[in-house]
């Protein structure tokens, strides 16, 4: 939002995820119908009306609050692609996860303890807190390199797999602290490690853009997992 009011973007419109009710829908949509409450995905949510296409709308449980219905889907499914379909993350593996204590690591962090990871993350002091509560079993500082010498002690034989939104330099650094066979995951469009082998970057549009049922089917999955109490 802050970089479309900037002009940065080629959509104005602001917002990108809402909970609302259905007005109309399209003749072949059937998964909806108007009057339900539903989980939407996409540019100029933040109105109150708006125009989502079908395969980005799911209905919202009548147990799950709108707060966390209207939050969950940018980090959980961005967390979710990288992990889960990108780097095909395994039990057992090691993972590094950057700004542990934000939206999309903290849900990265709880997705790969769900897998059977060990789960290591930086974040900044302030919200260090936050990334151990979120369950990585160790943390760094993500405003500075200070994280390295810690990462090599408690990961001596590299990680599986890291992922990272931050800027060059960390993304360099981290790059050499992932196994021969490791994959690194960048969000956003431009990447920022270099001499990585197994290098994906990668962002939602991406993701739900891989198949017509990607966003209902991820979101399914991820909403059985909160209404469980196993993410939050």
Known sequence: DVLSVLGRTDDPRLGLEA???????????RHVAGGDSVIAFGPGALASEATFAANRVVRRPPDL???????????????????????AIKPGMRVLVHAGAGGVGGMAIQIARLAGARV?????????RLALLNGA????????LDFVEAA????PEGFDIVLNALGPEIADASARLLRPDGVFLEIGNAPNATGVRRHFTYDLDQAIGRESGWFIDRMGTLLALLRAGKLA
Do not use: M, N
């Open 137 to 144: 079993e160790a943390i760094g500082d993500s405003r500075s």
């Open 19 to 29: 909970v609302g009710t259905v007005i109309a829908t399209a003749p072949d949509v």
């Open 65 to 87: 609050d709108i707060d966390t219905a209207a939050s969950v889907a940018i980090a959980g499914l961005t967390a979710w692609y990288g992990l889960h379909d990108l780097a």
């Open 120 to 128: 290591f993350a930086t974040a900044s002091r302030g919200k260090q």
């Open 152 to 155: 090599r002690r408690w990961c």
